[in-house]
């Protein structure tokens, strides 16, 4: 069995990341994320920690901005349009879920599509759904193409399923691995026989946030399967979506924790990069005209 | 076997929708679709007749503009963004696909998310992806469900495929479908095996443009299944993507003429009615602040 490990995945990003933020300082453009938070959650810390050391490892700036949990919806509006507006902002993450009372979707509005790279708005997603290749997608959902591009796994001609239908991680996988020419059933809490979908793919993507969801019983021998959920136990301890004992019959597992979320990070950088190389290209070109 | 005839499900569309045009016309609210057209094309011919039967029976007005296939990018956007601030305007239909040359994502922009009643722009396809089901769909897309409902077809847990990955129908479907809680496979030109996928649906939906595409041996018996193809024959008959010895096997069929061609003109019409009703709403709204 391969044990998708992300830490190669991340490192493969951040070098890529580097080199391209390095072309850019050539031109005097800085890249840099901008991460909003809106009060003080633990499940962030660790993505948090993640950001910067990919940030770090790629060269390029980070700044967190912190907000109280009783933030005005107009005032979190106002300061993502500000930084929409910020030339020396390249990309925008805005911490989900929100504290309630807060919408993410008025929250969407206020960032300019160039710079949503954690893929928020409505350009990204309506790019996402025409499979267009050219957007952004929520970095989780990419992050899990981006362990089995690595690890040379293609999908095209595949049957394979994604277990979880949310705008974050679900639905975006579903499309990304769609235009990617895979076969994908979706599932979701009301689906019957989940178990003999995942018996007959391929591959199996899993994002429903329920300790051991995934039991061997449901995996194809050989099949590749990747556990996007991060579950905290009563013990503290991270596990996720999939039972270790999968392990025995898959093909390829990616470890949690160590494997879909070691790269998110390294690809939200990534997207931050891209957003900045194209926002200076379509400022050469406004400049040309 | 069930003939999902589609007659009575567009008078059923139409009726509702004369009923609201009416409450609509109480308070001086015209409704009025607006049918733009590049080039003539003979394949239109029939859905512009069906427009407007659908048109007069609910009340509604129509306009069709006719551009010639040469009109420059920048003269249709114009015109989209004059109807689109017309206020005597309720919905805009841009008629697919449009003369080479002309960018169908560039037009989509210049219309009103609140006229887009067959759900080309940013808005309605990201709100289709995330599952919000206030936006508007693609006419033919959401003339499915109509059927479905009519005859009584749930589709919640229930295990369907989608076949056909357009964004004009396949991927649309397929969202729909899943927000109504049905488990589908989206299905395209690249699925292996896809008569076994098809073999394991309680419902199909092929919407490929292949005549015969879907043969007795795919479906499984009992399964309902919708035709969303319209082929033209060499003798310049209609087929549908289903081969008709289908019937035999599945449990309910629509016809192909006659089945859901015949209620995309009554959803377009039924979206217009409630653009409009939403428009007016809006404007009580900004009244009143």
Redesign the interface.
Known sequence: MISLKGAPVAKALNDASRARASRLALKSVEVKLVVVRVGKDDSDTAYLRGISRAAEASGIAVELIELTRRVPQRELNELLGDLSADPAVSGILLLRPLAEGLSEHEAAFAIAPEKDVDAM???A??Q????RSDGFAPATARAVLEILDHYGYDV????GCVLG?S?VVG?PL??LL?SR?A??????S????IDE?CR?SEFIACAVGVAGFVTPEMVSPGAWVVDVGINVGEDGRLTGDVAPEVAEVAGALTPVPGGVGAVTAATLVAQTVRAAERIAQSGRRAKDE
């Open positions: 708005g409505e350009r997603l309506a996402l759904f025409s499979g095209r001609g595949r049957v239908r705008t639905r579903q499309a769609t020419d076969t994908i059933t979706l599932c979701h009301k689906t019957p026989r979908i007959g």
